[in-house]
């Protein structure tokens, strides 16, 4: 599964884009290093998350139409390009999730059930 | 979908995607710096602590760039760029790989164009794959009964066959070329031209149509028909000017009036790929009208045709084969009558047809050609594969000049792969196929060699390239002692050019083997002086000259030609030498009793009484003809030094006496011998011959063969000077007599000779450019080797080598390659000069001075190619070289 390193782990294939997802719907509109910031900060320095890994992840999500990116100012008056997401992709994020959800409980049964 | 179209055009049209991508990034390195500014740090510091934390911004991109598009489709662009960016900066190196890779792939696909066009095309007919030849067209001609598989057919066999009803359709044409001599109004004189004599029905089976009138129909075929012919586009357009009005038009062949009624389809060229084919086709019916003198249409005992048919939709060849077999037989039986011995039934149950592919034709030209386009294949490979390691070991040695920038490449983070598609893609762009016919399957040949030879060498150098990326990390040049170890190591350079000075020698060894051969053919004692000789083909038969006409001819024309200025001797015979010789038939010897079943056929030629003279042929006893052979005096024959040897004839041989054909008794007395001439086959030892006088026939017999072909003229000096006069004389004697030909001895030989000469020329031509590019390729090597030894030699250079000795060590270096590749390559030149040990004349393919020869020039260019890197080398100043560590 995920590889540990130093005691941190890496994330599976797949789920940055679910992350991604789902913190923009509960955030709003991020801009990349937002993005990275939060995600630093939720996961407490338990995962490596190189900032630049963002990337693909958040193009991929453009090109499937998922999250949308416009350039805007920040409140520091830089401009920085803020990704927010689509109707599509909340449809998209509840069925990952859900898809997620079940994986994740199967693997977890699987893994650590007694039984 | 919209993914992966998205993906498409960002691979396509990329740099929107990529100033989007950076400006992001920059900003995101911005807020990055902001941050860090904020919690305290001064700007300098919170730049590079932006930096660290964003991780590689390089590498960032190129993840980028792999999602958003495919991958290889951007990178296979941005490497062409880079390939271009980079042979431009290089003009010299770009103009060597080009010229060096079009040659090889241009001589291959040449040549390759070449084997399609005589190997593998198809006849222009419809559906030519359902064609089927009748017989192995082994023999041609007008010829007695075959044995066994029958080649040729006579014209009832013909009828007979096709009425059978085996095949869908069975056409029928002559085997032999024939010409008949043209006249139209508006022409000063008779011109030649190619005929072939079809069945009714020839243009119907092979499915052709007209470009202009209509095609020749079976009801053209018939005795009672007025004659027709239909013309080949190529004639209509050359020699007719494209004549709108042809069809329907009369034009005057053999002084028949015969009706053109169309023009065949333009691509169509007949029944077989040759260099002058036909202008003509008439029904085989026309026979009895063209040439009556020499008509053979209605003797079922002439075999002279070749046939052609289709296979019926669903039945085998070998059913159809079988079918034909037996309807063969069966006209043989019944044409024996009532009682056959046991032999010939015997024979006539051994005669059978067997059915050919038809597809390409008769396959005169292919059977001719084949193993010497193999061969030229072959030796164009070989050169291909020296050009393609040629440019393996520049891109190495080019390698070298390129590590560090190619270092900084990886670890900005292209990968391995990309790297070597980097290499593939410049080798790529090189590939300029030159093809000479824009056939699709040349084309395909030449785009799969260019990819194959891309691939093969493009990569052995990459992936040695994207080895060693450490050692150039770790400092701009080797240490000295791993100069030496990486010396030792460089493996593939060495083995590219011991490659290729193997392959160099296999092939100068073959074109030394066939310019010695060429020599020895063309050099060669031909049995006659082809030196000031013109040789004019004439055909009185063309002209309907009788026998009884032909002597006043004879007579006038010698008398006439005799007398021009310039000329020495003139002559007359039914065949000169190189030139269709001669016609065979069996004799029989006083005293020589020939074992069963032994052939004693000989070769006989019709000659003229100054005929040895003017050729210079020796005559060696006796005498030659003179004006008292007439066609009542005693029959005499001279014979050739070969003829008495064939039949042990020892002792005085004038006065001996001989027959033609098995009956006739010994009528022919022997009054002179000459020596014995080449009249066929240059490779070949002469062949028993007999010469008879032009006119003497006995009663009854066959006059064919007194008409003359070839008019032989002895000229003081060059003979094609007094080709003119020639030619107006002879129109002078008869205007209606067709010069077919005028042409110097000599040429006529090297028209025999003509395949020998290319093979011998491209062979040459190909061993110089096999040298020419490893010696390119070994001074690539060697530049190389001592851009990589600098720092080692100038140590050498500080301890007190001299430059002398150090140049000395470099070709030292460089021969010992060329050693080893020269100790490969002469038992494979052994080995190869076996293979095409046939096609030699004169030259054994295993005397050893062909290779020595090969490997002495060899040995030599390497030295020279070797010199100016050793040179400078030996000129190092150590203290730069050991600076530059």
């Known amino acids: 599964m995920a590889r540990a390193r130093n005691g941190r782990v890496e994330l599976l294939q797949g789920t940055l884009d679910l992350i991604v997802l789902r913190a923009l719907s509960t955030m709003g509109p991020q801009h990349a290093y937002g993005l990275a910031a939060r995600l630093e900060q939720v996961a407490d320095d338990t995962f490596a998350l190189n900032q630049g890994t963002l990337y693909p992840a958040l193009v991929r999500l453009e090109q499937k139409g998922w999250i949308r990116g416009t350039w805007q100012t920040t409140e520091n008056n830089r401009e920085a390009k803020y990704y927010a997401i689509t109707k599509a992709g909340m449809r998209a994020l509840d069925k990952q999730a859900e898809r997620w959800r079940r994986l994740a409980g199967l693997v977890d049964k699987l893994l650590f059930d007694e039984s | ?885």
Request: glycine share 8%.
């Open chain 2, 1 to 885: 979908m919209k993914r992966l179209f998205m993906r498409i055009l960002n691979a396509v049209l990329p740099s929107r995607a990529e100033d989007r991508l950076a400006r992001e990034l920059a900003s995101h390195l911005t807020l990055l710096e902001d941050d860090f500014h904020r919690r305290g740090m001064t700007p300098e510091d919170a730049r590079l602590a932006a930096r660290r934390a964003f991780g590689g911004v390089e590498q960032t991109k190129e993840l980028h760039r792999d999602a958003r598009s495919f991958r290889w489709i951007d990178d296979a662009r941005r490497d062409l760029q880079y390939a271009v960016r980079t042979l431009r900066k290089a003009p010299g190196f770009t103009a060597v790989a080009v010229l060096t890779l079009a040659l090889g792939i241009g001589a291959n696909a040449a040549i390759f164009t070449l084997i399609d066009a005589v190997l593998m095309k198809s006849l222009p007919v419809h559906d030519p794959g359902g064609l089927v030849m009748l017989g192995d067209a082994r023999s041609s001609g007008v010829g007695t009964r075959p044995h066994g598989s029958f080649p040729v057919y006579s014209h009832a066999l013909y009828q007979h066959l096709r009425d059978a009803n085996v095949l869908d359709g069975l056409c029928a044409f002559q085997s032999a070329d024939a010409q008949v001599s043209v006249r139209r109004s508006g022409w000063s004189a008779a011109r030649p031209a190619g005929a072939r004599l079809v069945s009714g029905n020839y243009f119907e089976v092979l499915g052709v149509n007209a470009a202009a009138g209509r095609t020749i129909a079976p009801f053209d075929d018939s005795p009672s028909a007025p004659p027709v012919s239909v013309v080949s586009f190529r004639y209509w357009k050359d020699t007719l000017n494209g004549d709108p009005s042809v069809a329907g038009s009369t034009i005057d062949l053999n002084g028949v009036a015969v009706t053109i009624v169309g023009v065949a389809a333009p691509e169509f060229y007949g029944d077989r790929l040759q260099p002058d084919p036909p202008g003509f086709w008439l029904p085989i019916s026309a026979d009895r009208q063209l040439d009556p003198q020499r008509m053979v249409v209605d003797d079922p005992d002439q075999y002279w045709l070749y046939l052609m048919g289709r296979l019926m939709p669903d039945v085998s060849a070998a059913q159809e084969q079988a079918r034909l077999t037996v309807a063969l037989q069966s006209w043989l039986l019944t044409r024996e009558g009532s009682s056959v011995s046991a032999e010939r039934r015997r024979e006539i149950s051994n005669s059978r047809v067997e059915l050919n592919p038809g597809r390409s034709g008769v396959p005169h030209v292919q059977r001719n050609y084949s193993q010497t386009l193999q061969l030229l294949l072959g030796i164009s490979a070989a050169v291909l594969l020296i050009t393609c390691a040629n440019l393996a070991g520049l891109l190495l040695a080019r390698g070298a000049a390129r590590r560090a920038e190619r270092s900084v490449r990886l670890s900005l983070g292209a990968s391995r792969g990309r790297l070597l598609l980097v290499v593939l893609v410049f080798r790529g762009a090189e590939d300029v196929p030159i093809p000479i016919v824009p056939d699709v399957r040349v084309l395909a040949f030449t785009f799969a060699l260019s990819c194959g030879a891309a691939i093969v060498f493009g990569l052995l150098p990459a992936i040695r390239m994207s080895s060693d990326i450490a050692p150039a990390m770790r400092g701009g040049a080797p240490s000295v002692r791993g100069s030496v170890l990486s010396h030792r190591r460089f493996g593939l350079g060495q083995a590219l050019i011991i490659g290729e000075v193997a392959l160099s020698l296999v092939l100068l060894a073959a074109a030394v083997s066939f310019a010695r051969s060429l020599a020895n053919v063309a050099g060669q004692a031909f049995g006659f002086d082809h030196e000031h000789v013109l040789i004019i083909d004439v055909d009185p038969g063309l002209a309907r000259y009788e026998y009884s006409r032909l002597a006043p001819l004879y007579q006038q024309m010698d008398s006439r030609l005799s007398s021009l200025p310039g000329v020495k001797s003139a002559s007359f015979s039914r065949y000169s030498p190189f030139n269709g010789c001669c016609w065979a038939f069996t004799v029989a010897v006083e005293g020589y009793t020939p074992k069963p079943q032994e052939n004693t056929s000989v070769l006989l030629n019709r000659v003229s009484p100054r005929y040895f003279e003017t050729l210079g042929t020796k005559v060696l006893r006796g005498r030659a003809f003179d004006a008292h052979d007439t066609p009542v005096s005693r029959r005499v024959a001279v014979v050739t030094g070969a003829f008495l040897h064939r039949f042990l004839l020892t002792g005085d041989p004038i006065g001996r006496r001989f027959g033609i054909g098995g009956r006739n008794s010994g009528d022919l007395e022997i009054v002179g011998v000459v020596e014995g001439a080449k009249y066929d086959d240059p490779r070949e030892e002469p062949a028993p011959m007999a010469f008879l006088p032009l006119l003497q026939v006995k009663p009854g017999e066959e006059v064919s063969s007194t008409f003359i072909n070839a008019i032989e003229v002895r000229s003081a000096g060059n003979p094609t000077a007094i080709a003119g006069q020639v030619r107006q004389a002879l129109a002078d004697i008869d205007p209606r007599l067709p010069v077919l030909r005028i042409d110097a001895l000599s040429d006529q030989i090297g028209r025999a000779l003509s395949q020998e000469i290319v093979i011998a020329d491209l062979a040459v031509f190909f061993g110089l450019v096999a040298l020419m590019l490893t010696c390119i390729g070994l001074y690539g090597l060697m530049a190389y080797v001592v851009q990589r030894r600098t720092s080692e030699i100038g140590v050498r250079i500080a301890l007190g080598a001299r430059p002398r000795a150090v140049m000395g060590m470099m070709i030292r270096d460089a021969l010992a390659q060329g050693v080893v590749g020269l100790l490969i390559g002469i038992p494979a030149a052994f080995a190869v000069t076996q293979l095409v040990a046939n096609q030699l004349y004169g030259v054994s393919a295993t005397d050893p001075k062909n290779c020595a020869a090969a490997a002495l020039v060899l040995i030599l260019c390497i030295t020279i190619a070797a010199y100016v890197p050793a040179r400078r080398a030996s000129l190092i100043d150590a203290m730069k070289a050991l600076r530059h560590e």
